[in-house]
């Protein structure tokens, strides 16, 4: 199953979540997507998703973009799961710490709050250093204007990564990986990537 993580001030209605979620639908596959709202508490949305997987009997495969993608290097450490990070926030509580204060959902209109307790959450999901590298898929465009590409690209050494020159945040380049995610759900191991 994909569980796939949206991004801070994000949702299911981010294009790259319709654009997978859609692929799936048209082969059949709509009961292998699971993507919710995820709150503004780190700590909560890390419950939310654990809740899901710990319930589930088939291996997840974790598609996490910006802050997802610093949320699905957590959970693919702590349950073993392979991850494909889209422009992932390496180091989100440092990202974000700028942006406490009040903000709104680009996709729902939802006002919420960022606050320097969700920093310390961010900052108690940091794995310091990836046991498994090789769980990891990672997608960077090097003209993030958000991201610091190379910061993630280190961080993932020893992964497979798929650098491109240029894009922007969203990553300019997804739909041309589509299949290649469902296939890595379909015949997922616990390293499912080729380096």
């Not at 949320?71 to 349950?79: D, I």
């Not at 991201?147 to 041309?176: C, L, M, N, P």
Request: with cysteine; net charge negative; aromatic share 10%.
């Amino acid at each position: 199953m994909i569980f796939y993580l949206h991004g801070f001030r994000s949702s299911p209605d981010s294009l790259k979540a319709r654009q997978l979620k859609g692929a799936l639908q048209e082969r059949g596959l709509e009961d292998r997507w699971w993507c919710e709202p995820l709150p503004p508490s780190p700590l909560a949305a890390i419950q939310l998703v654990e809740s899901v997987l710990e319930s589930g009997s088939s291996r997840p495969l974790l598609v996490g973009s910006s802050l997802g993608g610093y949320y699905a290097t957590y959970l693919s450490e702590r349950h073993g799961a392979p991850a494909i990070l889209i422009n992932p926030a390496a180091r989100a509580f440092d990202a974000l710490a700028p942006w406490v204060g009040p903000h709104h959902n680009l996709y729902t209109g939802e006002d919420f709050e960022l606050t320097q307790q969700h920093i310390e959450e961010l900052r108690a999901l940091w794995v310091p250093h990836l046991q498994h590298p090789e769980r990891f898929w990672l997608m960077v465009e090097t003209g993030d204007e958000v991201i610091d590409a190379k910061e993630a690209i280190a961080r993932y050494q020893g992964s497979r990564q798929t650098i491109i020159d240029g894009g922007d945040h969203s990553f300019q380049h997804f739909t041309d990986f589509i299949d290649e995610i469902i296939e890595a759900e379909l015949y997922s191991s616990a390293t499912p990537f080729k380096i």
